[in-house]
């Protein structure tokens, strides 16, 4: 699956920042990375529904409603904002010895995996990534690996149970209560007639009932074949009013006005290098040219003339060295921003990219913040020179 699979390269890229994913109807899916580990992730149709069932399962002493979480957040000395208010109350509850990082950790992993879940139902999803300075963890990030798996479980599990035309996020509406009464006795009747108003989904009702959310969906399914109960749509609950300082919002490290006009090239045979830069650097906001092979790299660079190009250090047939010193040569690229690539990070050859007219250097595996900061440095560099020479 497309999008899943750039969480994996943001693992393998190490990514700090911020990564938001939407499908065309508007939905969106924020994960918060250090370091290529989740730290947090939200959004999606309930994120307040989904904080509040992890604090009922996970932090039973603290309060359920949302003026207790912004009476919290206003009256501390110091919030971190960086990875969302949800975050900064659990940080802020272990500091307070209100929970335990164990009780934290389990919050954050139940809502990863939840929001993976949801994720991986959606289509034509779109990313863009935002390059923040990662801040000070008191919690243990989550690997996008070990995430994954956990879903893949649920998945299966759900598929197994034959539950795919069941949405968990919808809930269980009683449209035919007198025959629905006819099924159980007067007290279970009661019981579910309080629970299945169509204001609980099934995750909620999971939660409410302490089973697992397929035990719920499979005991349900009958009445839903008989017509007896039908899902619906419903609500996510208000989100606490939050007003953070203006001081502690994160700023990118890309200035917005460079991203979109940009085309960056990078020349490389492998095509895992070239996808994982090309979802990279879309995501960020720049126009991206992939060349696979090295000998028609410079006429399918003269056509396309971008601002920036990664060249690959050891390709067949003709190596990096010797495609930027053809580049240097023409006018065109005489000031163009050109980074060798490569998987050996030594002085020879390092002295060579400086010989050859290379402006930057870059070892493999290649990291999403030198990637991006080596991008922004140049570019921020052959800008000021334009505008002294404009001068």
């Keep these: ?126 990313e863009q990534i935002q390059h923040l300075q990662p801040s000070s963890l008191s919690l243990e990030p989550v690997g996008v690996e070990a995430a994954i798996s956990d879903v893949l479980l649920q998945q299966q599990a759900w598929h197994h149970a034959r539950l795919e035309a069941c949405l968990p996020n919808q809930a ?85 006005a460079l991203a979109p006009a940009k085309l960056i090239a990078c020349v490389d045979d492998s095509p895992l290098v070239r996808n994982m830069m090309e979802r990279l650097l879309t995501s960020a906001g720049y126009q991206f040219l992939g060349v696979e092979d090295p000998l028609r790299a410079i006429g399918i660079l003269l056509a396309r003339k971008p601002d920036f190009i990664f060249l690959d250090l050891v390709m067949p047939n003709v190596n990096g060295y010797e495609v930027c010193e053809q580049l240097r040569k023409l006018s065109h690229f005489k000031d163009t921003p050109i980074v060798i690539l490569t998987g050996n990070d030594g002085f020879a050859n390092r002295l060579r990219s400086n010989f050859v007219g290379a402006s930057d250097f870059l070892s493999k595996p290649l990291n999403a913040e030198l990637v991006l900061g080596v991008i922004d440095k140049h570019l921020k560099k052959a800008a000021n020179f334009s505008t002294i020479a404009q001068n």
């Design 1 to 126: 699956m497309r999008h899943i699979d750039f969480l994996r390269s943001l693992e393998q890229l190490r990514f700090s920042g911020q990564l938001m994913q939407t499908e065309p109807a508007g939905q969106k899916w924020v994960f918060y990375f250090v370091q290529g580990r989740i730290v947090y992730a939200t959004g999606g149709i309930h994120p307040v529904r989904r904080w509040r069932r992890h604090l009922t399962l996970y932090c039973p002493r603290i309060p359920r409603y949302r003026l207790a979480w912004q009476i919290d957040l206003a009256n501390a000395e110091t919030v971190d904002w960086t990875y969302g208010w949800e975050y900064a109350l659990l940080t802020l509850w272990v500091a307070q010895q209100k929970i335990t990082c164990e009780q934290a950790m389990q919050v954050v992993r139940a809502t990863v995996t939840e929001v993976l879940f949801d994720l991986m139902r959606a289509t034509n999803v779109t």
């Design 172 to 256: 269980p509406l009683i449209r035919r209560p007198e025959q629905f009464r006819k099924l159980g006795s007067t007290q279970l009747y009661k019981t579910l007639m309080h629970l299945l108003d169509g204001q609980n989904t099934l995750r909620d009702l999971a939660v409410e009932m302490r089973r697992s959310i397929i035990d719920v969906a499979v005991s349900l399914e009958r009445c839903v074949q008989l017509g007896l109960i039908e899902y619906v749509a419903v609500a996510d609950l208000p989100a606490p009013i939050l007003r953070p300082p203006p001081a502690s919002t994160p700023v990118p490290s890309t200035p917005p």
